[in-house]
Structure formats: C-alpha cells, structure tokens
T-cell receptor, first 111, second 113 residues
C-alpha cells in the first residue's frame, strides 16, 4: 500500500462545478503539500499545511490530522484549472525528513 | 533570469551512453533535489544536496551520480543510461529541507533507446 493515496485518479467536470480531490496517508506527518502540474509539465506549489484550512482564491485545502486525510477543493471551476493535482506528505524516516508524493489526480474541466 | 532552470528540456540517448542533466537556481537556496516522475508512481527522490559539496541519496539513487561544487548548480549524471531510466526528471530547490515549499524546474524528458 502506498503511503499516500489520492482519489479519484481522474476527474472530469463541467465548468462551474465544485471540485473535491482527496488525499489519504498512512504515516505521521509534519506537513502536507498540494502541488499543481500543468499539461506543459511544470510543477507549482499550491499549499503547505499542517493543520486546519487554507484558502487562496478559488482553492481551499483542508487537513484532518487525526483521520490522516486532506482535501483540495476548487470552487467555480474553470478550464484553466485542468491539470494534475499532486498531494505530498512530509514525514520522518530514521531521523531524516522525507517528502512522499501521491500519483496525482488528473482534472479536466470542460467548458 | 531568476528562478530554477533545467537543460536540456528534451533528450534522446542510447543505452550505455553517459548523460548529464543540468539544474541551475538563482535564489541561493541551500537545498536542491532531483526527482524522477514515471507513470503510476509519484515523484521519487533520486538525490538531494543540503549545500555545496554535501549530497545524499534519496529513494532511487542507483545508476545516478550528482555533484554540487557551486550552490546554484546541481547536475545529475547517468553514468551508463538504461531504458529503465527513461523518465521525466525534475530538479527542485528550497531554503531548507524542513516544511518549506520546494520550487520545481520545468523538467527534462529523457528517452533512452
């Protein structure tokens, strides 16, 4: 079982829909990251959070440490939101901090 | 230009050849990282560097060599390329290795024939 599981793997929605992408992890973490990878391949960091909720524009990220679960929400989705969204968790491994990535959720927003 | 750049962006090479992928950052970040991205896998860490002349192995280091003689550069060398090393390679940098954001380069798509 992967340490980081994302669901769904693929998501297609109509423009304007509310989007939820989920991330579950199995280890204790110090922080969780949400990243966005556009079709051109570039990866940008959206959020880093260790508790509660963060909001940036139409994007909202939440985390529940007890349940080892995070969600990324997109309100009023737009075709330009089409991308792969990647969850990554920071955890400790034999005294070293490591970053473990999920395999990503491919989001397609249809006009 | 400011930021993190990678070169080449695309590379096709033959099995057994040596290939070097370049990474350059202008922020003077201490930490730099090399990842590979393959279908069905999340990004996997190959090597990282905490500072000039300090490097350490990540999750999948076999077949790769790194060096960091200057803070801004972190080249990744495939000593004898194999087909299993066909992948997209991303370089990243961050101020520390702690819970700080990592900034990613645009990636290098490498095909080994």
């Amino acid at each position: 079982k992967n340490e980081v599981e994302q669901s769904p793997q693929n998501l297609t929605a109509q423009e304007g829909e509310f989007i939820t992408i989920n991330c579950s992890y199995s280890v204790g973490i110090s922080a969780l990251h949400w990243l966005q990878q556009h079709p051109g391949g570039g990866i940008v960091s959206l959020f880093m959070l260790s508790s509660g909720k963060k909001k940036h524009g139409r994007l909202i990220a939440t985390i529940n440490i007890q349940e080892k679960h995070s969600s990324l929400h997109i309100t009023a989705s737009h075709p330009r939101d089409s991308a792969v969204y990647i969850c990554a968790v920071r955890s400790w491994d034999f005294g070293n901090e490591k970053l473990t990535f999920g395999t990503g959720t491919r989001l397609t927003i249809i006009p | 230009d400011a930021g993190i750049t990678q070169s080449p962006r695309y590379k096709i090479t033959e099995t057994g050849r040596q290939v070097t992928l370049m990474c350059h950052q202008t922020w003077s970040h201490s930490y730099m990282f090399w990842y590979r991205q393959d279908l069905g896998h999340g990004l996997r860490l190959i090597y990282y560097s905490a500072a000039a002349d300090i490097t350490d192995k990540g999750e999948v280091p076999d077949g790769y060599v790194v060096s960091r003689s200057k803070t801004e550069n972190f080249p990744l060398t495939l000593e004898s390329a194999t087909r299993s090393q066909t992948s997209v390679y991303f370089c990243a940098s961050s101020e520390t290795r702690g819970p700080y954001e990592q900034y990613f380069g645009p990636g290098t798509r490498l095909t080994v024939t």
